[in-house]
């Protein structure tokens, strides 16, 4: 399925590099501007820096005139709204409609233009779903007219109170939200987990703080009553490691050395 963010009469360059890095961190390249304030913003200065490495995403990236262009292949359109519309698409969250898109419950307006398209070129392969995202401008959202044409208004679920996001911020939600519908990316595995010290390492730990604890008078070896079935208690809750029992055996060590020369 194919996936375009188009950002509408963008008036800060940096809302430009910062698309374009949300877009990046979750695997979509497809970057269409319509008519943005600066001609030359995809080479901006404050673009690149804030696009912090997403350069393929400005260098692929299109500006045209007219949303018509923009829309260019596109069969579903989601705009994207703060506030619903007395009139025009349904307002949904982004993760509810995702389910239902990605189940083929398209509205009724996406599949007639899919099968327009289709009908219209007679034995090709059935032409593949195009989603495009659409923002506006930074200062008054999107025009009307251009939320009419799309079949649904995304609305992200916010605090009533305080709904207002950076429109690189809205980018980033609405990326991630669909990544995650489309399947999403594997969790990068963390670091090994240590292995866990064998029964006679423990042991031998065992004895040599029961030495070491006999040295400084912590233990009376005539009555040791139940302290060391405790340790070795506590020892297999913690499930220590070999470099563990290194560092504890060295601590024992340096218990006796300690006792023996205050002697």
């Excluded at 070129?121 to 999107?142: H, I």
């Excluded at 950076?166 to 990316?185: C, D, K, P, S, T």
Aim: aromatic share 6%.
């Amino acid at each position: 399925m194919k996936t375009r963010f188009i950002l509408i009469n963008t008036s800060h360059a940096g809302n430009v590099g910062a698309a374009a890095r949300a877009m990046k961190t979750m695997g979509f390249g497809d970057l269409v501007l319509v008519a943005p304030r600066w001609p030359n913003v995809l080479r901006r200065e404050e673009t690149i820096q804030r696009a912090s490495g997403a350069l393929d995403v400005l260098e692929n990236a299109r500006i045209v005139a007219t949303l018509d262009e923009a829309l260019d292949g596109m069969s579903h359109l989601c705009a994207t709204a703060m506030t619903p519309r007395d009139f025009g698409p349904p307002t949904r969250a982004p993760r509810p409609h995702f389910e239902a898109l990605l189940k083929q419950e398209l509205p009724a307006q996406a599949e007639q233009a899919l099968e327009a398209e289709n009908a219209s070129t007679p034995g090709s392969p059935p032409v593949q779903t195009g989603v495009a995202f659409l923002f506006g401008s930074e200062r008054f959202g999107m025009a009307n007219d251009d939320v009419y044409r799309c079949h649904v208004a995304l609305s992200i679920p916010t605090d009533p109170g305080f709904g207002s996001l950076n429109l690189g911020a809205a980018v980033q939600v609405i990326a991630y939200e669909w990544r995650m519908a489309l399947g999403g990316f594997a969790v990068p595995a963390g670091a090994a987990q240590p292995q866990v010290a064998d029964a006679a390492q423990v042991a031998g730990l065992l004895a040599h703080w029961e030495r070491a604890l006999v040295e400084i008078g912590f233990l009376d070896p005539a009555a040791p009553k139940k302290l060391m079935p405790r340790l070795n208690q506590l020892f297999n809750r913690a499930q220590i490691s070999p470099e563990e029992i290194h560092i504890l055996r060295g601590v024992a060590k340096a218990m006796e050395q300690a006792a023996r020369a205050k002697r």
